[in-house]
């Protein structure tokens, strides 16, 4: 039996998004937080088909276009990679809102998208760059030590350790050793009371005119984040409100590894804060998957 799927590629910052058009498999009915489930449990084939080797990669982020269960919201997105469903996706939805515009399913103007942790609202500029209201964020933990390391636990869509000194410099000549570190580090924090941790962030001095800090994101699948990262830009916010550090309505410019950047602020809501991010992405591919189920590799490799 082959299947074909419909996707479109693009790119936030370095960081990739596959968008999922067509040919996804039936999840039913519901809200996304239900179709995520039954995506998760069942459709774990195709999750890996879509993005790992032979047609994908370890960084590679993928977004499946869902029917949206709230009448308010022009689409519903499952975000995905290489071992999993991922909560929210910052860059992600800057790549969707950006793929949505180039199908003419939307116009510039302000756009709201069915998560799997909620509803966020976006908005495509007449210039191309996206505004991203990311769900309610927090931090729920200060001063965390693992091994030599000392950081915040939060909450920006995914759960984070941030970490301001890591002892090593933010730069692509290191990110081995970051990438060891970081893998080490959210190991011990898996093991030792935060098993809901998928995420660990490092900050450095910035190089990129007008960035405030520069960082090194390790993602869950292992592969590091090209992108400053949308939700670890949020769970930053979060932390520096906190500290106060950074006041409401305030920019703070994200550096990532690479040197691309991402602005964001934020508002106040109760105990928590609504961030904003600001980016763009860039459309780069658009193609039709081929999954033969003759193909040894079909359903990925690893």
């Given at each position: 039996?082959?299947?074909?799927?419909?996707?479109?590629?693009?790119?936030?910052?370095?960081?990739?998004?596959?968008?999922?058009?067509?040919?996804?498999?039936?999840?039913?009915?519901?809200?996304?937080?239900?179709?995520?489930?039954?995506?998760?449990?069942?459709?774990?084939?195709?999750?890996?088909?879509?993005?790992?080797?032979?047609?994908?990669?370890?960084?590679?982020?993928?977004?499946?276009?869902?029917?949206?269960?709230?009448?308010?919201?022009?689409?519903?997105?499952?975000?995905?990679?290489?071992?999993?469903?991922?909560?929210?996706?910052?860059?992600?939805?800057?790549?969707?809102?950006?793929?949505?515009?180039?199908?003419?399913?939307?116009?510039?103007?302000?756009?709201?998208?069915?998560?799997?942790?909620?509803?966020?609202?976006?908005?495509?500029?007449?210039?191309?760059?996206?505004?991203?209201?990311?769900?309610?964020?927090?931090?729920?933990?200060?001063?965390?030590?693992?091994?030599?390391?000392?950081?915040?636990?939060?909450?920006?869509?995914?759960?984070?350790?941030?970490?301001?000194?890591?002892?090593?410099?933010?730069?692509?000549?290191?990110?081995?050793?970051?990438?060891?570190?970081?893998?080490?580090?959210?190991?011990?924090?898996?093991?030792?009371?935060?098993?809901?941790?998928?995420?660990?962030?490092?900050?450095?001095?910035?190089?990129?005119?007008?960035?405030?800090?520069?960082?090194?994101?390790?993602?869950?699948?292992?592969?590091?984040?090209?992108?400053?990262?949308?939700?670890?830009?949020?769970?930053?916010?979060?932390?520096?409100?906190?500290?106060?550090?950074?006041?409401?309505?305030?920019?703070?410019?994200?550096?990532?590894?690479?040197?691309?950047?991402?602005?964001?602020?934020?508002?106040?809501?109760?105990?928590?804060?609504?961030?904003?991010?600001?980016?763009?992405?860039?459309?780069n591919a658009e193609a039709t998957l081929i999954l033969d189920e003759r193909?040894?590799?079909?359903?990925?490799?690893?």
């Amino acid at each position: 039996m082959i299947t074909r799927v419909s996707i479109i590629d693009s790119h936030t910052g370095g960081e990739p998004t596959r968008v999922v058009v067509s040919g996804c498999p039936d999840l039913g009915g519901g809200t996304v937080k239900d179709r995520v489930k039954v995506f998760h449990d069942q459709h774990g084939a195709f999750r890996a088909a879509v993005v790992k080797e032979p047609r994908g990669n370890d960084v590679l982020v993928g977004a499946l276009l869902l029917e949206a269960a709230e009448p308010e919201c022009v689409c519903g997105v499952i975000f995905f990679n290489n071992v999993g469903v991922l909560g929210m996706c910052g860059h992600g939805t800057i790549g969707v809102m950006t793929t949505l515009a180039l199908l003419g399913r939307i116009t510039p103007g302000t756009h709201k998208i069915e998560t799997c942790v909620g509803v966020v609202t976006a908005t495509l500029h007449e210039d191309g760059e996206v505004s991203l209201e990311n769900v309610p964020s927090f931090r729920t933990r200060k001063g965390v030590k693992v091994g030599e390391l000392t950081g915040d636990i939060a909450w920006g869509g995914n759960w984070f350790f941030l970490c301001d000194n890591a002892g090593v410099e933010i730069s692509l000549k290191n990110v081995d050793t970051l990438t060891v570190l970081a893998w080490r580090a959210r190991q011990a924090l898996n093991q030792n009371g935060f098993p809901e941790l998928d995420h660990v962030e490092f900050f450095g001095p910035p190089t990129a005119e007008g960035a405030h800090s520069k960082n090194f994101v390790l993602c869950p699948g292992n592969a590091y984040d090209r992108s400053p990262c949308g939700t670890g830009t949020s769970a930053k916010l979060a932390c520096l409100a906190a500290d106060g550090k950074l006041a409401e309505g305030d920019w703070w410019v994200q550096e990532s590894v690479i040197g691309s950047t991402l602005a964001g602020t934020y508002r106040r809501e109760g105990e928590t804060i609504i961030p904003t991010i600001k980016g763009r992405a860039w459309v780069n591919a658009e193609a039709t998957l081929i999954l033969d189920e003759r193909d040894p590799f079909c359903w990925g490799i690893g």
